[in-house]
């Protein structure tokens, strides 16, 4: 318990450095430091109604965290949520599309899991590189990313282009009303239900089952849990699939519900930050349900920040790039060099 | 075929700086993936130096200056707080994409490209064809050269390998890794500044988002693809470049029965096979990345 609450402190204490780094950055940019943060509670928190924008961001951001956090235990740093995430989209786009016209209890069903498979796919492929070559996963998953984006703006601007559409935006055909699973608020019961269906499922596969246990330990000490006769690739894969899983899932709640439709290029910096909240969350389920209503907050503040008080919103970007600059420090400020000249430094 | 080799060189000759200072921190024992958000620091300064004051070389001072900067902050996130150095990367990467994004919109109001008015010296008509490219791009091969020489044929070269290899053997002479470290971060901050300018200034003379487009990452899959050896590891970028460059071109040639989007994944492609490649020809990543740290409980 108290090893635990001393990462609470220290995760908080990080994410303080970083907003002091964000300050700095905004001063020197010539904005004003306080005025920007209080934009961005007012924006987040503080202004009536900002909670369901928070809330409305936090629910994707949450389903691709659970799956980020089950990659990372398993001792895999599957980078590309993002891509991830974009490829589940356009598999959901593709079955709505084709099934237009069929009832929706047939078709929403089938998107869910036309989501979840593209996700899975494109997170087998780098897994597979993994866990039979050695190809390094963070490279190859970055670069999933990049082809992804690509592969949606392809799809958007040829084989699912919305005839009618402006042509300045690419997309796909808008998804039919009887599909929607919300409107464009995000929050609807059957979005919510999700979200709270894969928290429970996924905290209990990672606190309460074997799959769980063996991919944490799987995460700490390969080593032993080979020599225990446990399958380190198929754990490996396992949690691949599962991350790019979840990943797809969101896509595919992003199409049927806020978005209504596939945007090429939509919500950008999703990926990223749903690695944030695993790390800021120390890899724990529960801890990450807490942890994406702060970035939600974020994400949607960087809607109201250009509109509402005339700021750029790149300044979110900067918070959450500076919170993974330090979120993974372990030495404390000020003891760590201390000690530093007597520790053999390791392999950084 | 000279078309194409000034292709490749306009796509390389980037690629090939940011390589080299990727090179440097592997071997110091950093994997640097910050390098695609140092670049694109690189490629901004450069252009907002030049458009604000209208010199050139205050554009490349303020480039390098901002890239050794972030280059020494990454250090000391890593070095002395202990950070994940592949997570850290990818913050510096973030960092330098919004970091640029804000400065674009606080000085022109806008996310719109910034142009400049020129950009880095040409090498002239007296060169034929080759005259469109920069003095960076003649200048490549000395530069290579220059670094496979400090790597690998001087005492600082070995400390410097002995850092990463062997920290504890790099102490036991009077070495210390963390300073070898820093140097070798800040001294890549100066090759991504270069790269970053050659990127903006080469042939473009614009600023536009995210323009690095990932070059930084291959850039760094260049360093896993060579090995770490500087040689290796810029033919390797050289070899992303030619794929790039027969992007370009297929795009004039199929243009109308392949799909662009789909060429323009011709380079991240060829990065994916490069890494698959060199981890079949040496056996792979380190096991399962040590993932203990990460977690607290």
Redesign the interface.
Known sequence: MK??L??VARAIAFVILALALCGV??EF???SAPEMFQSIADGAFLNPGAWQGSLRWALPLFITATGVIIS??????N?GAQGQFYIGAVGTTFVVDFLNGYPAALVIPLCFIAGIAGGAIWALWPGL??VR????????T???N??AG??L??VT??ILKDPSGTGQVMASRPVAPAYRISSESGLSPTIIGAAIVVGVVMWILVNRSAFGVLA?L??????MIVWQGAR?SRL?LAGFMLGGGLAGLAGAMEVLGPNGRLVSGFLPTLG?TA?LIA?VA???ISGAAIVSLFFGGLASASLYLPVLAGL?A?????I????????????A?GL??LT?RRR????? | MEEFVIATLRYGTPLVYVTLAGVLAQRAGVWNLGLEGLMIIGCCAAVLGLVQTGSLLFGLALAVALCVIASALLWFVIEKLRANPIIAGLGMTGLGLGGTDLAVQAIYGSQATVNAPYGLPRLGPAFGDFGVLSVLVAAMPFVVFAFWALLRRTRFGLQLAASGEHPFAARSVGVSPARMRLIALCLGGVLCALGGAELALGSLTIFAYGMTAGRGFMAFSAVIFGAGHPIASVAASLFFAIVGALGIRAQLVFGDRVPNDLLLALPYIATVIGIWISARLRGGAKAASAFGELRDY
């Open positions: 090893a635990r001393f990462a950055i905004f940019a010539g904005y990372f235990r398993s001792g895999y740093f980078v590189l993994r070559s050695g190809a390094d996963e963070v490279i190859t970055l670069m999933g990049f082809i690509l592969i703006i392809y601007g040829g944490g799987a995460g700490r000490n390969p080593i380190m490996g990223f690695i790390l120390g890899l724990s750029p790149a300044a979110i970007d900067i959450n790039a500076a919170i993974a600059l330090f979120i993974t420090a372990r030495a400020p760590g060099w530093a053999a430094v390791g392999g950084a």
